[in-house]
């Protein structure tokens, strides 16, 4: 019989306690359904939300997120956000190795403490303090949790029980106590399909997910925003940065945003109100007064983000703009504003949210939105100006922030209103020219590209480029699949009057047909290469999006050597399809010239899933009409 000193059967008493405690941890008792497609599995999400009164909240985070792979690190952040009127009062985070045993531990005061912005902005007081934790093996499991307080009650936090594509969730909880019994409102969206329990009272809302397979993403779909479950809150009455608000509707909202954050900050020195008067002296038309006082806004301004004022949400004045030449999103919108009241042009600050195609929900009002934009009304016909750019065409939005629902901020109330659309066929490329092939097999091509809409959004910044950064665009973006392709020279023509960009181009490629002792041969597609086709999905799941539609209309006569002979042209083809169109002409004009013209159309739109196959099918017959080679013969 063994004897043990009675301190080391303590130890290992207490280690093997303790190491056992750590096995829920461990990534073997995952249920193998929950990995099927994931890059992370959520064991344990909740939030926890105490409103204490109309400036006192509390929120408390818990989440145990184990990474499958490298892939997965997206889900497993580590980082808490505050600000002058918010303290992080707990932090700490734990990992774990694939067994469960702890490998890593950080307490508050090891987090690194940085701005939450980048270098692009001047000054913000908004900060995060975070963990740069580097996995060195996988899978390996995240506990963190945090605790914070702040007097800012008008961002609530919302609940997202499943944070997008590759990511399966054991369980998910959200728990909002409102003590005080503060009127508030919510709204549930995507939930059919998802076992969701909700617990509702006039002082508590409660939900939970628990075992939630992930989704795999696929291409040419919807956002997971637009179909994966989530939880909007917005309390009636709140405080942000030490201002008391109200508000139900977006006509409220708008009432209180003009008062409190907007009005009184337009004022502007009378320096340049002589000056800008000055400029549109003679004019009567507002929308020219517009046009000028745009111009001018954009030569004398640069974008610099600034993210102070209340709760961010407040304009620099616009005589510190003025003063400066600088300002974020908000600031430059507030300030163009204030010039075109100078000329008597009206227009409203204007919410948006940008880059990614998102509307500000008209259905349910709270602080929404993530860029400023400026509305100008126009007998129905409204103009949006886009105040962050130096380059823009008066009124031209582009991609940014088109075709989108926004929040117009009036002074008697906000009004929901939809931006400016480029769908389908306004979106446009032209192309003409003449294509030269010499004995040798070596192009010579004259080309006029014509772009208007996205299309135009896409190009029209090649003028700020230098003219080696301009070739090399062409070589090894545009047109890469050319080899030995050279330009030779181009002209750019940016027509912002018409918001039209014109490229004047003159190519060679060396060695582009084929030779042999029999034949001739070349692609007749030159310039213009639609090769795209879709993943195949033996079992499509989720809904055909496509994003955005275009129109491309090519023109070519083309040449052979004199020495060949033209027999034969390929015949013309057409196809369509709810998704849009393609055709293809050829047209014999003389023994050694031919014309050869492309129109391809493509329609923006979300289709049920069982239309991909179709949608893929049609693109695959359109690269093999691209790919399209014509063979010919000497004399």
């Not at 609530?156 to 990511?167: D, L």
Request: with cysteine.
């Amino acid at each position: 019989m063994f004897k043990f000193p009675l301190l080391i059967i303590f130890t290992l008493f207490f280690s093997f306690t303790i190491f056992s405690q750590k096995k829920e941890y461990s990534s073997l008792l995952i249920p193998i359904e929950l990995k099927e497609d994931a890059n992370a599995v959520v064991r344990d999400n909740s939030i926890e939300i105490t409103i204490e009164a109309i400036n006192r909240m509390v929120v408390r985070k818990r989440k145990i997120v184990t990474v499958l792979n490298k892939l997965g690190n997206t889900d497993a952040r580590i980082g808490e956000s505050y600000d002058n009127n918010t303290k992080i009062t707990k932090l700490s985070a734990k990992i774990y190795d694939a067994f469960g045993n702890e490998i890593k531990k950080y307490s508050k005061n090891k987090f690194l403490d940085v701005s939450a912005v980048d270098g692009g902005t001047l000054y913000s007081d908004s900060r995060v303090k975070y963990v740069d934790y580097t996995p060195v093996t996988y899978p390996y499991t995240l506990v963190f949790e945090s605790e914070y307080k702040t007097t800012t009650t008008g961002f609530i936090p919302w609940w997202f029980p499943v944070n997008g594509y590759y990511v399966s969730v054991e369980k998910s909880s959200y728990i909002l106590k409102n003590e005080e019994a503060i009127s508030w409102r919510k709204k549930e969206q995507n939930f059919k399909g998802f076992e969701i329990d909700k617990q509702e009272s006039t002082t508590e809302l409660k939900y939970s997910l628990v075992n939630q397979k992930a989704y795999k993403y696929e291409s040419n779909t919807i956002s997971s925003r637009e179909m994966l479950p989530k939880v909007i809150v917005s309390l009636d009455k709140f405080n942000l940065d030490g201002v008391y608000g109200e508000f139900t509707n977006w006509e409220e909202f708008g009432q209180w945003m003009h008062k409190f954050l907007i009005a009184g900050r337009d004022i502007l020195d009378e320096t340049t109100k002589i000056k800008i008067l000055e400029l549109v002296k003679g004019i009567e038309d507002p929308i020219e007064k517009a046009k000028i006082v745009y111009e001018f806004m954009q030569n004398k301004t640069r974008y610099i983000s600034v993210q102070v004022g209340i709760g961010g949400w407040q304009p620099i004045a616009a005589d510190e703009v003025d003063s400066v030449g600088y300002g974020d999103c908000k600031g430059l919108t507030n300030y163009t504003k204030a010039l075109l009241d100078v000329v008597g042009v009206t227009s409203y600050f204007t919410l948006v949210y940008a880059n990614e195609k998102r509307n500000i929900d008209k259905d349910f009002s709270s602080f929404q939105g993530n860029h400023a934009i400026l509305n100008i009304p126009n007998n129905g016909q409204d103009i949006w100006l886009e105040c962050t750019s130096q380059t823009n065409p008066f009124g031209f939005l582009g991609d940014f922030t088109d075709d989108r629902d926004v929040l117009v901020i009036q002074p008697d109330g906000g009004v929901i209103k939809r931006t400016t659309s480029y769908k389908n066929e306004i979106n446009l490329q032209t192309i003409k020219g003449e294509i030269t092939f010499n004995e040798k097999g070596n192009v010579k091509a004259t080309l006029k590209r014509t772009s208007k809409g996205t299309q135009y959004d896409s190009k029209f910044n090649l003028v700020n480029l230098s003219e080696e950064e301009l070739i090399k665009n062409y070589k090894s973006n545009v047109w890469s699949y050319n080899n030995n392709l050279e330009v030779n020279s181009v002209k750019l023509n940016n027509d912002k009057d018409n918001v039209v960009f014109i490229e004047d181009l003159e190519l060679s490629i060396q060695n582009f047909a084929t030779i042999n002792e029999k034949e001739y041969l070349f692609r007749v597609n030159v310039f213009n290469k639609e090769n795209y086709i879709p993943k195949r999905y033996r079992k499509r799941k989720l809904p055909l999006k496509i994003n955005r539609g275009y129109k491309d209309i090519d023109e070519y006569i083309i040449k052979i050597p004199a020495n060949y002979n033209l027999e034969f042209l390929p015949t013309n083809k057409e196809l369509t399809t709810k998704f849009g169109s393609y055709s293809i002409a050829f047209k014999k004009i003389d023994s050694s010239t031919f014309s050869y013209k492309k129109s391809i159309m493509i329609k923006e739109g979300i289709y049920p899933k069982d239309d991909y196959k179709i949608y893929r099918s049609f693109r695959r017959s359109i690269a093999k009409l691209e790919n399209i080679r014509i063979a010919i013969i000497k004399k």
